[in-house]
């Protein structure tokens, strides 16, 4: 089912000739998925990489063993990392990345089940945003999907805070 974000961020990626690409870990695809409910979003959309393992983002998306040691999966460094890498490696001019704690297990004390970071990385720069969701593990994927989409089209709006 396509949502009209979806259907405006095509427009938008379409009217500009940009191509967008994505780095998910606990989306699991959920992303690339929306993106691609809409007709004629290869002309746009480059492709998707679901790296959920530590060995995989390293090995897929170029993100350092010492950042993930350093500071784990789920933080601002990892995934303007997984973003920078998605970018690079699917030659987009925009990527998006998200990893978090779906739940229901795996929260710690300074990183409760739901937290979740995105990145994005631009031609015009890099940002990361930070949420903490309060659902059930589909619940949680649903809303990081919805959110990296609206990170996107926040850029596209020119509307970053």
């Avoid at 191509?19 to 959309?45: H, M, N, Q, W």
């Avoid at 997984?82 to 978090?100: C, Q």
């Avoid at 990183?111 to 015009?124: I, M, N, Q």
């Amino acid at each position: 089912m396509q949502r009209q974000i979806e259907v405006t961020l095509g427009q938008l990626l379409r009217a500009r000739g940009l191509k967008l690409s994505t780095a998910e870990s606990c989306t699991g695809g959920l992303i690339a998925d929306r993106i691609t409910d809409v007709p004629g979003s290869s002309e746009y959309f480059i492709g998707g990489i679901v790296a959920y393992a530590y060995e995989a983002k390293v090995a897929l998306l170029e993100v350092s063993w010492d950042t993930l040691h350093a500071h784990g999966a789920v933080s601002r460094e990892t995934v303007l990392e997984m973003a920078r890498g998605a970018r690079k490696a699917l030659g987009a001019d925009i990527a998006v990345s998200v990893s978090g704690i779906a739940g229901p297990g795996g929260g710690l004390p300074d990183k409760p089940v739901g937290t979740t970071w995105l990145g994005l990385s631009t031609p015009d720069g890099e940002w990361a945003r930070k949420f903490v969701w309060e659902r059930d593990r589909r619940g949680n994927k649903e809303l990081s999907a919805e959110a990296a989409l609206q990170f996107v089209l926040d850029y596209l709006e020119g509307d970053l805070k």
